[in-house]
């Protein structure tokens, strides 16, 4: 009976022996460390986060471009504004040093997916179609969507159904959600975008567009440089949208910390200090 035993543990099928070896390689070959959380929602174990990447470098870089009074150069060609006050902030609160990296809006996401910096800050609008692409952080700050409009041009014009007209031309930033807004509003006039937010208001102060279309307060604020060209159809802004810090996709750290961080300066009320400054005053025109 011993024997017979013996013979058949000896006479074991190949296949499960087989098996198991197959078995043993395929564990052998599994990097070590890995597991299913490093797919999703953060670096792989041994990457660098981008959080810690800053830190290690010392300095945060900030994609931006210019927009009045969110971002723009004084007279001595630096760079302040709302913007400009809230990166400072978060570079100081992370105890690294600022760097500003001037970029096309048109192409600011697909900069910050090749790298060129590490977040944008530039009073960009939470939009579902930017988020298949990049990470937003909480609002910071809520913006809308305001009208100028020229004063021969539109004269008359009371109301956004009377902009709304084959012979309108209605201008405003390329790729921004102004654009958006203007054909959204207004699809039966005529839309001339510019990349430039200076060539889009130079247009309607030449006269060649009956309305130009921002976040507010820009259009307000050209109206009170310029009263005999141009004039506020309507009071206020038309829509109003969320705006966030746009991030790379796939790293939980600094999302959180971000999050965070606006959360903590949002409740000193620093940040409804600067909105105040840079969009209910005209105090700091005298640096332009």
Same mark, same amino acid.
């Given at each position: 009976?011993?024997?017979?035993?013996?013979?058949?543990?000896?006479?074991?099928?190949?296949?499960?022996?087989?098996?198991?070896?197959?078995?043993?390689?395929?564990?052998?070959?599994?990097?070590?460390?890995?597991?299913?959380?490093?797919?999703?929602?953060?670096?792989?174990?041994?990457?660098?986060?981008?959080?810690?990447?800053?830190?290690?470098?010392?300095?945060?870089?900030?994609?931006?471009?210019?927009?009045?009074?969110?971002?723009?150069?004084?007279?001595?060609?630096?760079?302040?504004?709302?913007?400009?006050?809230?990166?400072?902030?978060?570079?100081?609160?992370?105890?690294?040093?600022?760097?500003?990296?001037?970029?096309?809006?048109?192409?600011?996401?697909?900069?910050?997916?090749?790298?060129?910096?590490?977040? &944008?800050?530039?009073?960009?609008?939470?939009?579902?179609?930017?988020?298949?692409?990049?990470?937003?952080? &909480?609002?910071?700050?809520?913006?809308?969507?305001?009208?100028?409009?020229?004063?021969?041009?539109?004269?008359?014009?009371?109301?956004?159904?009377?902009?709304?007209? $084959?012979?309108?031309?209605?201008?405003?930033?390329?790729?921004?959600?102004?654009?958006?807004?203007?054909?959204?509003?207004?699809?039966?006039?005529?839309?001339?975008?510019?990349?430039?937010?200076?060539?889009?208001?130079?247009?309607?102060?030449?006269?060649?567009?009956?309305?130009?279309?921002?976040?507010?307060?820009? $259009?307000?604020?050209?109206?009170?440089?310029?009263?005999?060209?141009?004039?506020? $159809?309507?009071?206020?802004?038309?829509?109003?949208?969320?705006?966030?810090?746009?991030? $790379?996709?796939?790293?939980?750290?600094?999302?959180?910390?971000?999050?965070?961080?606006?959360?903590?300066?949002?409740?000193?009320?620093?940040?409804?200090?600067?909105?105040?400054?840079?969009?209910?005053?005209?105090?700091?025109?005298?640096?332009?």
């Amino acid at each position: 009976m011993i024997e017979t035993q013996n013979q058949r543990r000896i006479g074991r099928p190949a296949w499960l022996i087989l098996a198991t070896l197959a078995l043993a390689l395929l564990l052998a070959c599994v990097p070590a460390g890995q597991d299913k959380g490093t797919s999703q929602g953060g670096p792989a174990t041994g990457q660098t986060s981008l959080l810690e990447a800053i830190q290690e470098r010392g300095v945060l870089r900030v994609g931006m471009s210019t927009f009045v009074p969110w971002a723009m150069r004084d007279a001595q060609d630096e760079l302040i504004g709302f913007e400009i006050d809230v990166a400072r902030r978060l570079a100081e609160d992370m105890g690294v040093e600022i760097e500003f990296v001037p970029t096309q809006w048109s192409g600011i996401i697909p900069a910050l997916l090749t790298g060129r910096f590490d977040m &944008i800050i530039g009073g960009m609008g939470i939009r579902p179609a930017r988020n298949l692409s990049v990470n937003f952080s &909480i609002p910071y700050d809520h913006s809308g969507m305001a009208i100028a409009a020229h004063t021969e041009m539109a004269a008359g014009f009371d109301s956004l159904e009377d902009f709304n007209d $084959p012979e309108v031309v209605i201008t405003a930033r390329i790729g921004t959600t102004a654009a958006d807004a203007a054909e959204r509003t207004f699809p039966r006039a005529q839309h001339r975008f510019f990349d430039d937010e200076s060539r889009a208001v130079q247009e309607i102060l030449n006269g060649r567009a009956h309305a130009l279309v921002a976040s507010a307060p820009l $259009p307000a604020f050209q109206v009170v440089e310029n009263p005999d060209r141009l004039f506020l $159809p309507i009071q206020g802004t038309f829509t109003r949208e969320p705006i966030g810090f746009a991030l $790379p996709k796939g790293d939980v750290d600094i999302l959180n910390f971000v999050n965070s961080w606006i959360t903590v300066v949002e409740a000193e009320g620093w940040l409804a200090e600067r909105k105040a400054y840079w969009f209910e005053t005209r105090d700091w025109a005298e640096q332009l």
